[in-house]
């Protein structure tokens, strides 16, 4: 039988504690070790994020994804969590986003 590993992320950061108003913001999910192939999702406080005018996800290979916002707002603010899964498991990875001001 094939033992097949669950993903395993790496930390998300937007690259500092409280971001500004009008800042581009980035996160990466990246599975750094599992077997493919994974399925991406992300959430902001819980609610699946769909792509919308300066906020999109994009996957990249088979093992990374990435959101974006063009223009961050206080309505961004809250906490964004990338899961993935495969055939062997789903795991989370969370990161707070905090708007200046």
């Not at 039988?1 to 971001?19: H, Q, R, Y």
């Not at 999702?41 to 699946?48: A, E, H, I, N, R």
């Not at 989370?92 to 707070?96: K, M, P, R, Y």
């Given at each position: 039988?094939?033992?097949?590993?669950?993903?395993?992320?790496?930390?998300?950061?937007?690259?500092?504690?409280?971001?500004?108003?009008?800042?581009?913001?980035?996160?990466?999910?990246?599975?750094?070790?599992?077997?493919?192939?994974?399925?991406?999702?992300?959430?902001?406080?819980?609610?699946?994020?769909?792509?919308?005018?300066?906020?999109?996800?994009?996957?990249?290979?088979?093992?990374?994804?990435?959101?974006?916002?063009?223009?961050?707002?206080?309505?961004?603010?809250?906490?964004?969590?990338?899961?993935?899964?495969?055939?062997?498991?789903q795991v989370?990875?969370?990161?707070?986003l905090k708007?200046?001001?």
């Open positions: 039988a094939l033992f097949l590993e669950p993903p395993f992320l790496t930390p998300m950061s937007f690259g500092s504690d409280i971001v500004d108003e009008n800042d581009f913001g980035q996160l990466v999910c990246t599975v750094i070790r599992g077997d493919p192939p994974f399925s991406f999702t992300w959430s902001l406080q819980g609610d699946v994020v769909n792509s919308e005018p300066g906020l999109s996800t994009s996957q990249f290979g088979g093992r990374s994804s990435m959101l974006m916002i063009d223009s961050i707002g206080h309505r961004h603010s809250g906490k964004y969590t990338c899961t993935v899964s495969n055939v062997a498991g989370s990875e969370s990161t707070e708007v200046n001001g």
